[in-house]
């Protein structure tokens, strides 16, 4: 009787603790856990290797403006030799003589500095009783510009010639000694055509030097005009014979 009422009683404690875990209502799920701002968050290994193999991201390149682009400086230009293009293209020039004497040919070209942006005087002996002619580069400032004009010599095409080194005409260039004056006019002529300021003189006494006046024209020089105020001839000259 009494193991009877033991067995009901277990049975009956099973079907109410059934039910009670069958009606019972679900757990309240837990909150995240956060860890405090100033602990370092635990990582697993595995973490650690895939952020290491995650690609990096792209990142736009950022291009820093470009600076504006300065010109240098143009070389300055003394204002006694600048000659605009225009200007050096389209240069007239003429030789103006002969004066008699040297005081005759400084009162013409202060007349003629008006009409002129240069005038420069050149002497000549006629070579009446000479002993030969001579075609020479005057003396420049240093040796090294005589041997830098040389080589230009050379490069043109023009091989007989010789520095003087010494005495009164050193650093000139001699470029050639002739018998009469149209073969010393003629290598003087082709020196001149190749770019060269040379000069062609006798050699000896020679006979009376006389003066000209060698301009290079402001566009209001008139020709006549100017034979007219010197009371002597004018002629064309080639611009690269002016020194």
């Keep these: 009787m009494l193991a009877r009422a033991l067995v009901v009683l277990l049975l009956v404690l099973n079907l109410g603790v059934a039910a009670w875990w069958t009606l019972r209502a679900p757990p309240a799920a837990a909150p995240d856990f956060v860890p405090p701002a100033d602990v370092a968050r635990l990582q697993l290994v595995s973490e650690t290797k895939k952020a290491a193999n995650a690609p990096a991201p792209r990142v736009a390149p950022t291009t820093a403006p470009a600076a504006p682009a300065i010109a240098p400086p143009a070389p300055s230009i003394p204002a006694a030799i600048a000659v605009p293009a225009s200007a050096a293209s389209n240069a007239r020039c003429y030789s103006i003589g002969p004066f008699a004497n040297s005081a005759a040919a400084s009162n013409a070209r202060e007349v ?22 001579r075609v020479y580069l005057p003396a420049m400032a240093s040796l090294p510009e005589a041997q830098a004009a040389a080589q230009r010599i050379t490069a043109a095409g023009f091989n007989d010639y010789f520095i003087v080194r010494q005495g009164a005409e050193a650093n000139s260039i001699a470029l050639g000694r002739y018998r009469n004056e149209d073969s010393a006019r003629r290598r003087a002529d082709s020196l001149t055509a190749a770019g060269f300021a040379v000069r062609a003189e006798p ?15 402001k566009p209001e020089f008139d020709p006549a005009r100017a034979e007219a105020a010197v009371q002597v001839p004018a002629r064309e000259l080639d611009c690269a014979r002016i020194r």
């Design 203 to 217: 050699l000896g006494e020679g006979g009376p030097s006389t003066v000209w006046l060698d301009l290079i024209a």
């Design 112 to 133: 003629l500095m008006a009409v002129a942006t240069r005038v420069v005087p050149r002497e000549q002996r006629s070579g009446s009783s000479a002993r030969g002619w």
